[in-house]
């Protein structure tokens, strides 16, 4: 499944930005369980947040936890990632990914790269001082 991430930018510390992650139509995204990870330059890709296909439980990283918030759009096929209070830390290249599988990822491995087969083409947040 190809998706398709925006929303990036540059923008100052304590700035909010909203990512989106979208599905092809023919794809229900709801079906999926759909996170988003980020790269920064040297450094290993990172969980960042994640909602599962099942209820809709949500899931942060402890350095996004309480300033970032996941949450679907059924309708639009989408998946947003809303970044509250930016710090120049959260520099990096955000990628978002979906379970495509008929599988349900596992709690215990849903901050795990590999529980996710599709990934979108990554877009680029710049926090400065």
């Known amino acids: 499944v190809q998706l398709q991430a925006s929303g990036g930018g540059l923008v100052q510390t304590g700035d909010s930005l909203s990512l989106s992650c979208a599905a092809p139509?023919?794809?229900?995204?709801?079906?999926?369980?759909v996170a988003w990870f980020r790269q920064a330059p040297g450094k290993e890709r990172e969980f960042v947040a994640a909602?599962?296909?099942?209820?809709?439980?949500?899931y942060y990283g402890d350095s996004v936890k309480g300033r970032f918030t996941i949450s679907r759009d059924n309708g639009k096929n989408t998946v947003h990632l809303q970044l509250n209070s930016l710090k120049p830390e959260d520099t990096a290249v955000y990628y978002c990914?979906?379970?495509?599988?008929?599988?349900?990822?596992?709690?215990?491995?849903?901050?795990?790269?590999?529980?996710?087969?599709?990934w979108g083409q990554g877009t680029q947040i710049t926090v400065s001082p």
């Open positions: 990914a979906a379970r495509t599988l008929v599988s349900e990822v596992i709690v215990s491995a849903i901050r795990l790269r590999e529980s996710y087969d599709s």
């Open positions: 139509p023919e794809r229900t995204f709801s079906r999926y369980s």
């Open positions: 909602i599962r296909r099942s209820g809709g439980h949500k």
